[in-house]
């Protein structure tokens, strides 16, 4: 295990180091406008949702590290504390990817990257059409954590206004994870896409705890066969099985490998099942 501390590194090492390591990033596609008036477009993987109540959502637009230079996202919402943050799909990475080249000020990057430009109800800046759903925002707060290269500034905003493709909703009218095809940013050049078999459900235990992974016995704690996702699982039941429940499944699997059955069963979602053939 490599350990250092961030001084050791050279800004540029320590970058890779973190954008490597935290990720994959979901991606703020930020359009602005400056005081004449004047589009810009593009995207930032420092950023995320921290508040429903409000609605608040936080990207950062980083010093560059070779300059030292503010972006021109940063300039803009000093001068109109406004944005949309529209959400990048699939679809679109390419053209997002090209809005990041290093255009000067008054380069329209919609223009160049051929998106199209939408009104906004609410604020200033304009929507990207393509985007499935495109955030207006009010700017609360900016918060510069440094002036040298590489040095974040927290751009903090409000979300006043929602659009979203309809397409993209489930029958509860909530975002269908399978529809929307999300990208997001890896380290270097590396993106990832959150589609077919990337996706996988985990029903959060919101309202009710595990029997936790200290209940198991140490046979199965300590298993060779099982990994920590496996022992997750088992920790997750809710609730012991009866003894007779239990004797049922051993009695339906006798003779058979029980830690190879119970890693199948677990495979197939039934961990109380597994539990008590290893139990």
Known sequence: MLSITPEELTIPKLHQ???GSVGPRPICFASTVDANGIRNLAPFSFFNVFSANPPILVFSPARSGRTGESKHT???????PEVVINIVTYDMVHQMSLTSSPYAKDVDEFIKSGFTPVDSDLIRPARVLESP?????KVQEVVELGQNGGAGNLIICRVVKMHIDESKLNEQGLIDQTKIDLVARMGGDWYCRAHGDALFELIKPLTNCGIGVDALPEHIRLSHVLTGN?????GNIEEMPSDEWMQEIKFQYAGKDAFLSAKKLLDDGKPKEALALLW
């Open 74 to 80: 940063y300039d803009n919402v000093k001068e109109v």
């Open 17 to 19: 180091l973190l954008l």
């Open 230 to 234: 496996d022992l997750g699982k088992l």
């Open 133 to 137: 759903v495109q955030l207006e925002c």
